[in-house]
């Protein structure tokens, strides 16, 4: 039986861009569920829906024609979606990720596709590729959930991994869109585990009517 004194600390907020301690991209069972989430062309938590995503490859080869921006980075290129249809697009790509079973799955794909990709299960903040690049993406708003310290270090590494003239495409919200952002408190049991456990779990989250994707995770 839980207190409702410890109920109560668990809704609490964490600070703003605070970093939890658990193995979160690399948990066996969360990391699984990222992956199919990734994965289902029906869900947008966690990458768009192809469509869009078809559409964002084409511009960004309009703003950055291959033939002379030949070699790009993905940074956060999760499970290669994008990687791959840049890749069928000309360029030469490597593509950068934490969760090394995203990583796995994209070089697994990569090769069944016969695509040369390059892919590196590194943390883009600490990023040292000893190379560099004509183009340099960040996808989903990445940008976005980082703290502004951390904002600054992935603009250096990004400056770092690009040749003088190189482009930087970063997809983040708009003003409108941000201001459009409407949160509320959902509450959720999954007697048979859920997305970030496998055990018994009930759960309450804050999320946007925007994504509905939780930015705060309490399980007990």
Sequence with gaps: ???????????????????TDEPFWDDEHISAQMLAAHLDPNFEGASRNHTFIDRSVAWIARVAPVAEYQRLVDLGCGPGLYAE?????????TGVDFSRRSIAH???????????????????????????FDVAIMIYCD?????????RTLLDRARAHLRPGGLLVLDVF???AFDAFEE????????????WRQAPTSRCSTASSMRMWPRLNRSW
């Design 1 to 19: 039986m839980i207190s409702c004194d410890t109920l109560l600390s668990l809704l609490e907020p964490p600070a703003l861009y605070e970093f």
């Design 85 to 93: 249809r840049l890749a069928r697009a000309g360029y030469r790509v």
């Design 106 to 132: 994209a070089r697994d794909a990569a090769e069944q596709q016969g695509l040369a990709i390059d892919y590196c299960c590194e943390n883009y903040l600490a990023l040292d590729l000893g190379q560099q």
């Design 143 to 151: 940008y976005g959930a980082l703290s502004a310290a951390d904002r």
């Design 174 to 176: 708009s003003r409108r």
């Design 184 to 195: 509320g408190r959902i509450w959720e049991d999954h007697p048979h585990g859920g997305f």
